[in-house]
């Protein structure tokens, strides 16, 4: 079985402008989670969708935002990106809609210039 | 809140040696504890868990022991092989409710040399 694949896995934009990142989980895995990695933060928690609905925000300003399709794909959007938005996004899947393992993907780098 | 205590790194040994990473968690009720593996470049693998009290989790030599009483789940492995190198993330889980979000600590950078 595939595992969970992200799309680009690079990026560079330049401050202001948007970027829209993708996941697809593993087959048959209905929730998925985004996750931003920094140095200076580490692993912080961004979103969780379970059949196509936002059952968790984290702590980020309204510039991110996220959706999941009806075939469990996700995708998470930022605005007027900022240089402290450079990191790396990670998603993650789970087989079970509440309590239940969570498969990353390898993530995609994120660089603001 | 919920939050997970990590030992800072980077940790350096030699190859077999034995090797301690420190967690320590806050958490209400009874989380589902977790260490996961990130080599460079690369996400996040999941390594062990443990679900409850004195539940011990092991992997590829790897073991955890969930300590209520003392609110840890120290990672921990007899010895150590270079391709051991990576970064270890201690992380936990709400114990109920309807989601998969993971807490996770700052992370540890273990090098082990030849």
């Known amino acids: 079985k595939a595992g969970v694949t992200q799309t680009p896995r690079y990026l560079i934009k330049t401050r202001g402008q948007q970027v829209t990142l993708s996941c697809s989980p593993i087959?048959?895995?209905?929730?998925v989670s985004w996750y931003q990695q920094t140095p200076g933060q580490g692993l912080q928690f961004l979103f969780e969708?379970?059949?196509?609905?936002?059952?968790n925000k984290g702590n980020f300003p309204g510039r991110f935002s996220g959706r999941q399709f009806s075939n469990s794909r996700s995708e998470m959007n930022v605005s007027t990106l900022e240089l402290g938005d450079s990191a790396l996004y990670l998603c993650?899947?789970?087989?079970?809609?509440?309590?239940?393992?969570?498969?990353f993907g390898p993530g995609t780098r994120l660089t603001v210039t | 809140g919920n939050s997970v205590t990590q030992m800072e790194g980077p940790v350096t040994l030699s190859e077999e040696a034995f090797l301690t990473i420190n967690c320590t968690y806050t958490?209400?009720?009874?989380?589902?504890l977790f260490w996961y593996v990130q080599y460079p470049g690369e996400g996040l693998q999941l390594l062990l868990k443990?679900?409850?009290?004195?539940d011990k989790g092991s992997n590829k030599g790897f073991e955890a022991t969930y300590r209520k009483e003392t609110t840890s789940f120290h990672l921990e492995k007899g010895s150590v092989q270079v391709s051991d190198s990576a970064v270890y993330f201690c992380?936990?889980?709400?114990?109920?409710?309807?989601?998969?979000?993971?807490?996770f600590g700052t992370g540890t950078l273990l090098a082990v040399q030849p």
């Open positions: 087959s048959g895995h209905r929730s």
């Open positions: 443990a679900t409850k009290a004195d």
């Open positions: 993650a899947s789970s087989p079970q809609g509440a309590q239940g393992e969570q498969y």
């Open positions: 969708y379970f059949s196509e609905t936002q059952r």
């Open positions: 958490a209400t009720g009874y989380p589902s």
């Open positions: 992380a936990l889980r709400r114990g109920s409710g309807a989601t998969n979000k993971l807490i």
